[in-house]
């Protein structure tokens, strides 16, 4: 009988679980007490002497890793009570608590900056309105999210910590190799919401894998993945796959579970130049762009490509050229693409990549057989249209007590434009009319120059000022309003 599978993200909404353990039935018992090799290895200690080093091995990396990896939880509703903002206001039970009354997604990550940098995937913050982080430890940390690249499910956050330990990445595109170790450390279900990561073990037993109709659902990439044997579920989104000497091999993003059951097919996104590239991006708030060409393509069969004169593993068949697009007028249906700003296609998943990462500011060079003859064309592409906003830096968010604080928007006008324009600070985007700041007079589109005395300029600087002024000590000043309106000091104090 054929089975159902489901690919799935691995980022969860709250669950409860339960589980029971049933003894080794008698029959068992008796088998593997007449086996004769499994008599030889418990009588023999030499035997044993190699899986007791490997599971030192295991040990110690448990120890010298998990400090590396946090659990995530998010709220998909708004929480921004004063004591939410601050890390010595928080603790595992408290978090718990909090969750308890709210839609919320567990996830894992990983350390990348010691000053409190994490990765993980956007598919776990994404739709979040409230971010925190617990370490291994069990200390728990509000969250920014600071940059995003939904395309590729990568995200970054920002912790007010410093002296965090961040993770050490293998070479990026080095060769792995299936049958090789692969180590999981995360939060599968929610259970590492408290502290004490979860470390499983496994191998690589795949690589290159695609996964075209979890891309097609999500508006993601899934491509070039490695496929791993670690158990690994839903929760350990955006952590680390380790090998055997600690080096972080892979973002742990999707699993297929066979009848929506645990411990199936796990897929990690590999560390590649363009991941590490894309990393750094993120952290500094840099928008990743993706080149759009406007072709859908097919691999061709064997056939097809000897027919053109191309060997086995070279081209992509254009199916369809959008109206508009750069493609149009280039490109037609037929036409073999071979080669894609210097690079040669082999199929259509890498297709996808290549163009992604194709210049637009400059013309791109592509070769094409067209009724078995080699052409020469270029186009210049233009940026993809994303489906989901991503976070930048000029779209970075706070909340601080009923307000929600960001950078002055590029689209800011009319007089609010005026009132803005030279000064430097964070604007306010929206003001509960149940909040202090509210009832103090700050409003909508006036922007807060300094707190506690403290210029600020950046989401990032705000929330460690809030992290480490207890709020008797924490104001406000806001800038002058366009009639020339003096500026406000505004205490903050905290509130049910």
Not at 164 to 188: H, Y
Not at 400 to 407: C, D, F, Q, R
């Amino acid at each position: 009988m054929g089975r159902r599978f489901a690919v799935a993200l691995l980022g969860i909404g709250a669950m409860s679980l339960s589980c029971s353990r049933a003894p080794l039935s008698a029959a068992r018992q008796a088998n593997a007490s007449d086996h004769p090799v499994l008599a030889a290895e418990a009588g023999d200690p030499a035997d044993a002497s190699p899986l007791a080093g490997l599971e030192a091995k295991f040990e110690s990396l448990a120890t010298r890793l998990a400090p590396s990896v946090v659990a995530i939880s998010a709220s998909t509703q708004v929480l921004d009570a004063d004591d939410l903002l601050r890390a010595d206001e928080l603790n595992p039970e408290k978090l718990e608590t909090l969750l308890d009354r709210t839609t919320r997604m567990v996830g894992t990550g990983l350390v990348i900056d010691a000053d409190g940098y994490i990765l993980t995937n956007e598919h776990v913050i994404g739709e979040a309105e409230n971010v925190w982080v617990t370490t291994d430890a069990g200390k728990v940390y509000p969250a920014l999210v600071v940059g995003t690249d939904p395309r590729q499910d990568l995200a970054v956050l920002k912790i007010p910590a410093t002296a965090m330990k961040p993770v050490t990445f293998a070479t990026p595109d080095a060769p792995l190799a299936r049958g090789q170790w692969a180590i999981a450390i995360g939060n599968p279900y929610g259970l590492a919401t408290a502290g004490n990561q979860a470390l499983s073990v496994g191998v690589v037993s795949a690589l290159d894998r695609a996964l075209p109709k979890l891309s097609k659902k999500e508006n993601r990439l899934y491509s070039g993945l490695v496929q791993t044997t670690c158990p690994i579920n839903p929760g350990n989104s955006g952590g680390p796959l380790f090998d055997i000497h600690g080096r972080v091999i892979g973002i742990n993003t999707a699993v297929i579970l066979p009848e929506k059951k645990t411990n199936g097919i796990g897929f990690a996104i590999p560390v590649t130049r363009q991941l590490m590239e894309t990393v750094a991006g993120l952290k500094d708030g840099r928008e990743v762009v993706y080149a759009y060409l406007g072709v859908s393509v097919v691999t061709p069969t064997p056939g097809q490509r000897r027919s053109a004169g191309l060997d086995d593993q070279s081209g992509v068949r254009v199916e369809t050229v959008d109206r508009a697009s750069p493609a149009d007028g280039l490109l037609k249906e037929g036409d073999l693409l071979v080669t894609v700003d210097g690079r040669t296609l082999r199929d259509s998943e890498q297709f996808v990549r290549v163009v992604g990462q194709a210049p637009i500011d400059r013309p791109t060079d592509m070769t094409v057989v067209r009724d078995g003859k080699p052409l020469a064309v270029s186009a210049t592409l233009r940026k993809r249209a994303p489906m989901t906003a991503a976070v930048t830096r000029d779209s970075r968010r706070m909340r601080l007590e009923g307000m929600l604080v960001g950078p002055v928007p590029a689209h800011w006008a009319g007089a609010k434009a005026a009132a803005v324009s030279a000064t430097k600070g964070l604007v306010v985007l929206a003001v509960s009319a149940r909040s202090k700041f509210a009832r103090d007079g700050v409003r909508e589109g006036d922007v807060i120059t300094a707190v506690g005395g403290q210029s600020i300029q950046d989401v990032v600087e705000l929330q460690k000022l809030v992290n480490d002024l207890p709020p008797e000590k924490r104001t406000i000043t806001t800038a002058p309003r366009a009639k020339g309106t003096a500026g406000n000091a505004v205490a903050a104090t905290s509130r049910d």
